[in-house]
């Protein structure tokens, strides 16, 4: 399993720790998994539109949603990609029904659950993770 950052450089690092929680954290994290797909040989366009999306969102919630803690991990097993976001906040995160969708959100978890084969979430005492699985050609 590759735990990426989220570097203020484009060049990514292992971390243990805090992101960075500005506008471009998700960028970065996007950028990140990128390598790391290209790293294992993962070629398949539309899997990888999905991975790059559902980590965008995710992290995008964690920052967002939570004030601790962050972090992000990948893994590749038998034919899937693994992402899961670390983060402090213990509410679950949910699908929103399309009346209470808005310009301020509300789209992201609907996306999650639409592109991945499965997500759900881990309790933690200092926190949760956030998990979804994309499964590869």
Known sequence: MDTLAFP???????YEGAP????????????????????W????????????LIVSELVTNACRHSDGLCGLRTSWHDHVVTIEVD?????D??????TRRGA??????????????????????DG???FARVPFP
């Open 8 to 14: 203020q450089s484009p060049v990514p690092t292992p």
């Open 20 to 39: 960075n929680r500005r506008p471009t954290t998700a960028w970065y994290a996007r950028h990140a998994v990128e390598r790391q797909l290209g790293r």
């Open 104 to 125: 301020a959100g509300g789209y992201g978890m609907d996306l999650v659950d639409s592109l991945s084969e499965s997500w759900g979430v881990r309790h933690r005492l």
């Open 93 to 98: 995160p949910a699908i929103v029904p399309p």
């Open 128 to 130: 949760k993770t956030v």
């Open 41 to 52: 040989g993962l070629t398949a366009a539309s899997e990888r539109a999905a991975v790059l």
């Open 87 to 91: 983060d402090s906040g213990q509410q």
